[in-house]
């Protein structure tokens, strides 16, 4: 059976990530498919709506298929995986950009690739099972797939703080930080697609959508927003060590077991994506960040630790936050000369979804 199951019913036409096994992961080959399906639907003029889910009951998707990145990094020339990176953010620049209305929804474990197809949409839906993280730090890597446009955009430094930790976020501050849009109960959805198929989109909403729970980090928002305005990850980490709240100090705790190579870059990468404006431009930057990850012995390390030999005991190389220097962090921003992915180039970033 394939791993995107495609349908339509009525006006709307379904995509369903379908790799349960594995908590629905992308692979290069399902990248494509969704792609392909959505060039056909986009000139149906029989398709009104696109609808994204996720096959199983944990979640809609755990993100790319590391496993094979690791194998490419570790045995390969990075090609494979870079291959796979210039499809998939293409796909999210595109889902963006898609003049139809894509809703997305996001019940269950949502993590670094499932947000790239799912929070770009127009239409974003989240439930009490909702668990939203860009966790790459933790595997040596940087927040992708759009990661870092989106959490530029989150209220004070919300977004500095999801994109260093990785951790995971619930309903409520999903809809705080931007990255979705409606909140309704889990039990509602299978009614809500299905009266997607004969209902306009702000319909089919309006009779499921519901006020979300209480605000999950509002009695954090001061010390979030003062530690991690700081200029430099020993900085944040020096602020979050001196608050009375325990929760910073763990905070600490977290980041210090995270790459230091890798939380240098995403701050940095955070931060200048606060100045590049539309996502495209914002996606070339993580395309040279992704590759030259490739070529460092963190990710490697990282996927091995977390997902191969499950030790959770990653080698970090440098093993602290001191020994990153400038120097190291400016090498993944280097500039790809002929292999840059482009797309900030070959955009219109002016056309908005109306639906």
Known sequence: ?????????????????NRPEALNSLTHEMVLRIDEALSEWEHDPAVGT?????????????????????????????????????????????????????????????????????????????TERSRIAMPETGIGFVPDVGGTYLLALAPGELGTRLALTGAPIGATDALLCGL???????????????????LPVHEALGRHVQDPPPEESAARRDWIDRCFSADTVEDIVQRLLAQEDPAAKETAGTLLGKSPTALKVTLRALRRARRLGPLERVLDQEYRVSCACLRGPDLVEGIRAQVIDKDRNPRWTPATLAEVGDAEVDRFFTPLGESELRLAAGSDTTEEVVW
Do not use: Q
């Open 180 to 198: 979705a849009d409606h909140y309704m109960p889990s039990d509602s959805l299978r009614s809500f697609v299905d009266d997607l198929a004969e």
């Open 1 to 17: 059976m394939s791993d995107v199951l495609l349908r339509t019913r009525g006006h709307a036409a379904h995509i369903t990530l």
């Open 50 to 126: 696109v609808v994204l889910t996720g096959a199983g009951e944990r979640g809609l998707c755990a993100g790319g298929d590391i496993r094979a990145i690791h194998d490419d990094a570790r045995d390969g020339d990075g090609a494979a995986s870079a291959g796979f990176w210039r499809d998939e953010y293409r796909l999210n620049a595109r889902i963006a950009r898609y003049p139809k209305p894509y809703v997305a929804v996001m019940d269950g474990i949502v993590m670094g690739g499932g947000v790239g197809v799912s929070a770009h949409g127009s239409v974003r839906v989240v």
